[in-house]
Nanobody
């Protein structure tokens, strides 16, 4: 499984960005997909997950502002980020879980200016 993350960039506080995580390879083996982020000097944090059955979960830090969505036809998982805050600045990573292991995409930088 290969994951390609994209969509990061610079946004102003209160603005929006949408991240994409496109999967290729053995996509049928993918179960849950999650978005993580890592700010400078901090540990990587799980912020949103979606399962094959469509269940979603969010960390308290993004609940109500971020939305994770899965398009199985395009083998892509999106993270819609609204009402962005400067503290959302981080490198964002997508992660896919399969029966044989976990796979990571490359990070995409999100910077939110105040």
């Amino acid at each position: 499984v290969q994951l390609q993350a994209s969509g990061g960039g610079l946004a102003q506080a209160g603005g929006s960005l949408r991240l994409s995580c496109a999967a290729s390879g053995s996509v049928s083996s993918i179960g849950a997909v999650g978005w993580y982020r890592q700010a400078p000097g901090k540990q990587r944090e799980l912020i949103a997950t979606t399962t094959n059955s469509g269940n979603t979960r969010y960390s308290d830090s993004v609940k109500g502002r971020f939305t994770i969505a899965r398009d199985n036809a395009k083998n892509t998982v999106y993270l819609q980020m609204d009402s962005l805050k400067p503290e959302d600045t981080a490198v964002y990573y997508c992660n896919a879980l399969t029966l044989t292991g976990a796979y990571w995409g490359q990070g995409t930088q999100v910077t939110v200016s105040s």
